[in-house]
């Protein structure tokens, strides 16, 4: 493994150990060159997975992408990254556990508010206007309404 900070070519490895989530292998890495220590992560290559668009194109599923819209919905909210991480997680779990080649969006976006609800409704309600592209205040009163109606009765 080249070093991200000489860039020498070759780096041994002082510890192993799999993620949390299970799916990856954490590895603690000292440059031969310089002797600086670097983590790196180890994936199972997954099969790839096709995302059906709104406008029925398709793309490869690209995390990263889940990862952005759920940074942007949580902006200034009390989430932490791990919290991010994990539903990013559970969202891409869902999705490759479907056993299908293709997913939709639509699948993909129920699923991180479903998550983002459990975790943060103002960051839920925050997606929820982008997702769902609420073209008027009494759709997106509607929404607010039955959230604040679900928050009463969980609290009762």
Known sequence: MRCQFC????????DSRPTDDGNSIRRRRECINCGKRFTTYEKIEAQQLLV?????SRELFDARKVRSGIIAACHKR?????DIEQIVSR?????YNSLQEEITTQKIGEKVMEELRKLDEVAYVRFASVYRSFTDIPTFMEE???LVEEHESAHE
């Not at 059906?52 to 029925?56: C, E, W």
């Not at 009390?78 to 791990?82: F, G």
């Not at 969202?91 to 999705?95: D, I, N, S, T």
Request: net charge positive; charged share 25%.
């Open 78 to 82: 009390p989430v932490s990254a791990a």
């Open 91 to 95: 969202v891409e779990q869902m999705a």
């Open 7 to 14: 860039n020498y070519p070759d780096s041994r490895v002082i």
């Open 144 to 146: 607010l309404k039955n």
């Open 52 to 56: 059906i668009k709104k406008d029925s």
